[in-house]
């Protein structure tokens, strides 16, 4: 197994997203909307590339501002394909604009995203791709996996021998809620 932390730690690319955001809790609607887009738009690509264009990501879709994003019409779909700032891929771009209307409607069923993850946890990996394909577009196994993971939902971001393990332990994700071994018989977790 390959892990994030073997070419991230001290990587001027990749470290500061590594040490400071990658496993740990986050429960901010953008925020949460912004990890779900890159993980999106990242399919078939490298993460390097995703946190290349990040900035223009995040100018392209307004911050990530989800009453804003849903109300997207085919000109804000033109103006998306023709940025070359982003990835300019039509499914990934609807995709984008779609879940940001199912989001705003986690905020009158749950009372936002992060409480709609917080009232299906825990769960295993398989569960969560399955609950994901069902509620979002465009959103697979791996791009599940990696999103849960980046935002302490499922274990895995960083090695327990990893620096910034110990500082992911403090903020206390929600998978340590359950423990990691409650993970270990489901095989899709790797």
């Not at 400071?20 to 429960?27: A, S, T, V």
């Not at 992060?114 to 299906?120: I, M, P, T």
């Amino acid at each position: 197994m390959s892990w994030y932390c073997d070419y991230a730690n001290g990587d001027p690319l990749h470290g500061p997203y590594h040490d400071n955001e990658y496993g740990f809790p986050l429960d901010d609607e953008s925020g949460l909307f912004e990890r779900l887009a890159l993980e999106i738009n990242q399919a078939g690509l490298s993460w390097a590339l995703m946190l290349r264009k990040r900035e223009a990501f995040f100018n392209a879709f307004e911050g990530y501002d989800i009453d804003r994003v849903h109300r997207y019409d085919d000109a804000e779909r033109r103006r998306l394909l023709a940025d070359s700032g982003i990835i300019r891929n039509r499914l990934k771009v609807d995709a984008v604009i779609h879940n940001a209307g199912v989001v705003r409607t986690m905020r009158d069923s749950h009372g936002g995203f992060a409480a709609w993850l917080h009232a299906h946890h825990p769960m295993k990996k398989s569960a969560w791709v399955k609950l994901f394909k069902r509620t979002f577009r465009f959103t697979g196994g791996e791009i599940t996996g990696e999103f849960l993971m980046s935002i302490g939902y499922l274990p895995g971001a960083h090695r327990p021998d990893c620096p910034i393990f110990p500082r992911v332990r403090e903020a206390r994700p929600a998978w340590m809620a359950v423990g990691e071994t409650f993970y270990l018989d489901d095989s899709s977790v790797t």
